[in-house]
């Protein structure tokens, strides 16, 4: 049910509220997908180099096996004024799995993939890049 006043979607002056990019890379370097160390110092540098903002880590925590797919590695994950960067390794896998999520207008994709590709030497990556939010009000909905 639409509250009172306020317009349906289609009625509504809206903006993109995000970029998303996903990458998966795979035949990695199992030493450097196993280095916690290099994970953190992936996540603590590449926010400035990319414009973003750290308000909170990077925290990187090793990950023990899990299930079938999971035989352990790294996860780290740090909080940026705009959202955040995720990185899971699988070093067993050689391979894996990257999120970097801003509210920006804009992302250097190419950078963000040849920073990770070289960290971590990876043989080859695969990746998604999804604009989140599509329909976000331009404006408050709500006042106080």
Do not use: W
Not at 39 to 44: E, N, P, S, T, W
Not at 55 to 80: Q, R, T
């Amino acid at each position: 049910m639409r509250e009172k006043g306020v317009p349906l979607a289609e009625e509504m002056n809206t903006i993109n509220f995000g970029l998303h990019l996903t990458l998966d890379g795979y035949g990695g370097n199992p030493e450097k997908l196993n280095d916690g160390e290099l994970v953190r110092k992936c996540l603590f540098e590449l926010p400035d180099q990319i414009g973003m903002h750290k308000i909170f880590g990077p925290e990187v925590l090793k990950a023990e096996a899990a299930n079938p797919k999971d035989s352990g590695g790294y996860s780290g994950f740090v909080m940026i004024a705009e959202s955040h960067i995720s990185c899971h390794t699988f070093p067993y896998r050689k391979f894996v799995s990257i999120d970097v999520y801003t509210c920006g207008d804009e992302m250097n994709k190419d950078y963000i993939i040849k920073y990770f590709t070289e960290a971590f030497e990876l043989s080859d990556v695969e990746t998604n890049f999804i604009q989140r939010g599509t329909r976000f009000p331009a404006e408050d909905l709500v006042e106080d």
